[in-house]
């Protein structure tokens, strides 16, 4: 292996991909709770899937709506749609039961008590209320496919460094 890292330079981490159900559920779940928004959809009709692209508003780069843009791109959420899995009676491994893997995604906000609130009163399922648990200045709410995520104010993590809470 080699020491030098400049090659990683103009590494970005690109997406991460969940695996969805039922595309306009999800799509409304995280355009209407978290903000975020569309910026490319891609069908593959021989395959019978698709890709959803979603970028949180608080990301200012815009898309010129090429590929090389989108997978150019940091912080993109995938959602992928495999056709016909809306009718099946199947519930989506959001890694968090056994066998355990993938555990969430994060979103930081920049006041929790008001996101919580704001979610709570669009009946978002909560994982994790805020003030619950070892770590009570996080919470995590569910997606309609039951992915955890997240919720953090970046202004109260730098208490929890330290105490062991993790």
């Given at each position: 292996?080699?020491?030098?890292?400049?090659?990683t330079?103009?590494?970005?981490?690109?997406?991460?991909?969940?695996?969805?159900?039922?595309?306009?559920?999800s799509?409304?779940?995280?355009?209407?709770?978290?903000?975020?928004?569309?910026?490319t959809?891609?069908?593959?009709?021989?395959?019978?899937?698709?890709?959803?692209?979603?970028?949180?508003?608080?990301?200012s780069?815009?898309?010129?709506?090429?590929l090389?843009?989108?997978?150019?791109?940091?912080?993109?959420?995938?959602?992928?749609?495999?056709?016909?899995?809306?009718?099946?009676?199947?519930?989506?491994?959001s890694?968090?039961s056994?066998?355990?893997?993938?555990?969430?995604?994060?979103?930081?906000?920049?006041?929790?008590?008001?996101?919580c609130?704001r979610?709570?009163?669009?009946?978002?399922?909560?994982?994790?209320?805020?003030?619950?648990?070892?770590?009570?200045?996080?919470?995590?709410?569910?997606?309609?496919?039951?992915?955890?995520?997240?919720?953090?104010?970046?202004?109260?993590?730098?208490?929890?460094v330290?105490?062991?809470?993790?």
């Open positions: 292996m080699t020491d030098d890292l400049s090659a330079d103009q590494y970005i981490l690109s997406h991460t991909m969940l695996r969805i159900k039922d595309p306009a559920r799509l409304e779940f995280y355009e209407q709770v978290l903000g975020f928004r569309l910026i959809r891609l069908d593959f009709e021989e395959a019978r899937f698709s890709l959803y692209f979603l970028q949180p508003r608080g990301h780069d815009s898309a010129d709506g090429t090389a843009q989108t997978f150019s791109r940091m912080g993109l959420l995938e959602l992928t749609h495999n056709w016909g899995t809306e009718g099946d009676d199947t519930t989506m491994h890694g968090n056994d066998p355990k893997g993938f555990g969430h995604i994060c979103v930081a906000v920049p006041d929790i008590t008001a996101a609130a979610f709570e009163a669009m009946g978002v399922r909560f994982q994790k209320r805020l003030g619950e648990g070892g770590m009570k200045e996080i919470a995590f709410i569910l997606d309609p496919d039951g992915y955890w995520i997240e919720i953090v104010q970046p202004s109260l993590m730098e208490g929890l330290g105490q062991n809470k993790v």
